[in-house]
T-cell receptor, first 117, second 115 residues
Framework: GAVVSQHPSRVICKSGTSVKIECRSL??????MFWYRQFPKQSLMLMAT?????????EQGVEKDKFLINHASLTLSTLTVTSAHPEDSSFYIC?????????????FGDGTRLSIL | EDKVVQSPLSLVVHEGDTVTLNCSYE??????LLWYKQEKKAPTFLFML????IEKKSGRLSSILDKKELSSILNITATQTGDSAIYLC???????????????FGTGTRLQVTL
């Protein structure tokens, strides 16, 4: 089945640090990947859609200069939380959709738990 | 604004019981409805439904979509403790009549199966 790998699984760092999270589709190509954020006991909120070779599409209210997305290849997207602060602490999850075939489901990585001290 | 509502919010059942989880939606350009199971980490895919009235089944889990009622149910029969998780419903909505789409998630149903 479709496997999405996300790394790292957990990050604890000081305020002001920039943190990079990687999302890889291991056995399929993904022109489009998605980045979500999940607060405790809440559902997943889409932050942005990552498009290979072009700019990401950000959801309303998400600062593109704060959450930098790069999708340089068909199997890798990265999210960089720049100058992170305690309010950025959250569970970040990526997903990818197989390019092959129409109407494929999104498959999710295992998530990254980010804690900013 | 797209909306996905799940009920109940939480449920506690005994092992062996059958449960039915509900999902209703309001979206602009419906493409499909998906069910995911989330335990400690990220969601794992269960079903994708595109056509009304066709049941999808995987072991003790099954799901069906009703496009007229804008809803779906997820059934779990003979529940086991390993079924304890949050079950998320999401609707894939086409953006601007193109090929791009995005998921809108419900808040989930937290299921706890006890011995």
């Amino acid at each position: 089945g479709a496997v999405v790998s996300q790394h790292p699984s957990r990050v604890i760092c000081k305020s002001g640090t920039s943190v990079k999270i990687e999302c890889r589709s291991l056995d399929f190509q993904a022109t489009t990947m998605f980045w979500y954020r999940q607060f405790p006991k809440q559902s997943l909120m889409l932050m942005a859609t990552s498009n290979e070779g072009s700019k990401a599409t950000y959801e309303q209210g998400v600062e593109k200069d704060k959450f930098l997305i790069n999708h340089a290849s068909l199997t890798l997207s990265t999210l960089t939380v720049t100058s992170a602060h305690p309010e950025d602490s959250s569970f970040y999850i990526c997903s990818a959709r197989d390019d092959w075939g129409a109407n494929q489901p999104q498959h999710f990585g295992d998530g990254t738990r980010l804690s900013i001290l | 604004e797209d909306k996905v509502v799940q009920s109940p919010l939480s449920l506690v059942v005994h092992e062996g019981d059958t449960v039915t989880l509900n999902c209703s939606y309001e979206v602009t350009n419906f493409r499909s409805l998906l069910w995911y199971k989330q335990e400690k980490k990220a969601p794992t895919f269960l079903f994708m439904l595109t056509s009304s009235g066709i049941e999808k089944k995987s072991g003790r889990l099954s799901s069906i979509l009703d496009k007229k009622e804008l809803s779906s149910i997820l059934n779990i029969t003979a529940t086991q403790t390993g079924d304890s998780a949050i079950y998320l419903c999401a609707v894939d909505d086409v953006i601007n009549t193109g090929t791009a789409s995005k998921l809108t998630f419900g808040t989930g149903t937290r299921l706890q199966v006890t011995l």
